[in-house]
């Protein structure tokens, strides 16, 4: 077998949907990693995927093939894949797919709208890195109705509680957005922030003076929500960050 079908079995297990390549280290080092019968105590061991057998806590890690989707999160649906209250949360909605998705990043209980989903925990730490600056565009609806001066005043940027925070683009948006969000004829502004601090734009709005009554993302980085239905799924492909 030729030394390029070999890939080093953090990648191995990432690819597997078991976690982050710096996540499946940790278990790697905790002893719950074998490979061909023999316990792994070597991070920068490489196996062969197709010949080599691998044991992750005991079971059989099969390779899995990157999966990517975006997912119109409805309101009322916690964005995690379990919640210790037992409200509604994405795991319901994946009972459907045999490739295990991880939700990239987060939205906030009452807020709906994209959130990707995907087995590839590298591709999440890279969308979710403050380094890369993914865009993530938000229609908001607010009162009092949106005025000049609260686009300008969220691009400028306000004083947060943990520090500075702006918009990069705030705009009133066109029809075709609303309706595709539900939010026609609403006061609705689109902002788009490069940032996932808690709670980010809805406190953006507040120190604005403009209070969000309800918050849908239409885009995060490279994908876009477009006429997704609310609690749909859609395949997508993957896109390299720029
Ligand atoms: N900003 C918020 O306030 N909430 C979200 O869920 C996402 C961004």
Redesign the pocket.
């Known amino acids: 077998m030729s030394s390029d079908t070999l890939i080093r079995i953090n990648r191995f297990l990432a690819q597997a949907g078991l976690g982050s390549r710096r996540g499946v280290e940790a278990a790697i080092g905790e002893g719950r990693v074998s490979i061909n019968g023999k316990l792994l105590t070597e991070m920068g061991a490489k196996v062969d995927p197709v010949k080599d057998r691998v044991l992750f806590d005991g079971k059989e890690v099969k390779p899995e093939k990157r999966a990517i989707y975006i997912f119109n999160k409805p309101d009322k649906v916690i964005s995690t894949l379990s919640d210790p209250q037992g409200r509604p949360c994405v795991a319901d909605f994946l009972e459907e797919f045999s490739v295990r998705l991880v939700p990239a990043g ?3 209980y009452d ?1 709906s709208g994209l959130l990707l989903m995907t087995n590839d925990g590298d591709y999440i730490n890279k969308l979710l890195h403050p380094s890369f600056e993914v865009p993530r565009t ?1 229609l908001a609806e607010v009162s009092p109705i949106p005025n000049a001066k609260l686009l300008k005043k969220l691009e400028r940027g306000v004083e947060l509680e943990d520090g500075f925070g702006k918009g990069t683009e705030a705009k009133i948006p066109n029809s075709n957005r609303l309706k595709d969000a539900d939010l026609g004829g609403r006061p609705v502004v689109e902002v788009t922030v490069t940032e996932g601090r808690n ?5 953006l709005f507040s120190a604005c003076g403009h209070p969000v009554k309800k ?1 849908v ?1 239409v885009e995060f980085g490279p994908y876009k929500l477009s006429n997704l239905k609310i609690g749909r799924f859609k395949k997508v492909d993957f896109r390299e960050l720029s």
């Open positions: 987060r939205l906030d807020v938000y709670h980010f734009v809805k406190r918050l993302r």
